[in-house]
């Protein structure tokens, strides 16, 4: 309260400077290019292009961590739903132990995943050329006849017919072995 002036004052106050302030030709003209052109200079726009990049690559590391917890919550579903199935398919009462269920599940896949890798080996053993030595030597025969003759592989017609021959004597063997 009176500490201030209650109006206040329209009129502009201009102060002059005593001392003359001068600024050499370099400095105007630079300042004047700056201004007449809307184009950013080279390092700047370097400055923005890669504050730009970063601010895109954390956007994008945040939807990608977005997705991933969205496509966890989108499989535990599935997995409750397909385990409340098996449940009731099975007779039993769906409960909200899913533990319970997956060690039943896990039990049932794990002997299922045994039975597949002893077929798996006995079909590798089954597929070994050791039993079948003439179609390992017939076959190792074509493969020579054809580095010797690169230019003419039909010369290489008796060595096809003997791999033929023996590969249908071992297929009539294995077919005799399975009945």
């Not at 021959?165 to 009945?179: D, G, I, T």
């Amino acid at each position: 309260m009176g500490a201030g002036q209650s109006k206040a004052d329209t009129e502009e106050k201009v102060f002059y400077n005593e001392t003359p302030i001068q600024f050499s030709q370099d400095v105007v003209n630079h300042l004047s290019d700056r201004s007449m052109s809307p184009d950013t200079s080279p390092e700047r726009q370097s400055t923005l292009d890669a504050h730009v990049r970063a601010r895109i690559q954390a956007e994008l590391q945040h939807l990608r961590a977005e997705e991933e917890s969205v496509q966890k919550e989108i499989e535990l579903a599935l997995e409750r739903e397909n385990i409340d199935r098996e449940m009731s398919s099975a007779g039993g009462e769906p409960s909200d132990e899913v533990a319970e269920g997956d060690v039943k599940n896990s039990m049932t896949l794990m002997g299922d995943l045994e039975e597949i890798r002893t077929k798996v080996d006995r079909f590798q053993a089954r597929k070994q050329l050791s039993d079948y030595p003439a179609v390992k030597e017939s076959g190792e025969a074509v493969v020579l006849c054809y580095r010797q003759n690169p230019t003419a592989p039909l010369d290489c017609w008796r060595e096809v017919r003997e791999f033929n021959a023996s590969v249908a004597q071992a297929e009539s063997q294995h077919l005799a072995s399975l009945r």
